[in-house]
Nanobody, 118 residues
Framework: QVQLLESGGGLVQAGGSLRLSCVAS?????YAWFRQAPGKEREFVAA????????DYADSVKGRFTISRDNAKNTMYLQMNSLKSDDTAVYYC??????????????WGQGTQVTVSS
């Protein structure tokens, strides 16, 4: 059974930083982070290819967030800097994603709450 376990969420002031982690029980070619704010659809944040490490970012986070991975630990990270109140959401780790749409991902973590206070 595939498991994705996120950690690192919390409460931070606007302008602050957080780092999310996602440990995967299996290997996939592409991983992604999505987020979902109350009353909104789940939206793409960033993605990374395990082999080669090529990355993709939503325009709303480009330049502020960095996705990375540690092959030895089978762990993916999302470093979030210059956080804004609009970044407040539940952040989900996803695997087996073939695109930027949530429906194109095969596996999901349980989510971790990120709250940015202004």
């Amino acid at each position: 059974q595939v498991q994705l376990l996120e950690s690192g969420g919390g409460l931070v002031q606007a302008g602050g930083s957080l780092r999310l982690s996602c440990v995967a029980s299996s290997s996939f070619s592409r991983y992604a982070w999505f987020r979902q704010a109350p009353g909104k659809e789940r939206e793409f944040v960033a993605a990374i290819r395990w082999s080669g490490g090529s990355t993709d970012y939503a325009d709303s986070v480009k330049g502020r967030f960095t996705i990375s991975r540690d092959n030895a630990k089978n762990t993916m990270y999302l470093q979030m800097n210059s956080l804004k109140s609009d970044d407040t959401a539940v952040y989900y780790c996803a695997a087996g994603c073939s695109g930027r749409t949530a429906g194109l991902c095969d596996y999901w973590g349980q989510g971790t709450q990120v709250t940015v206070s202004s």
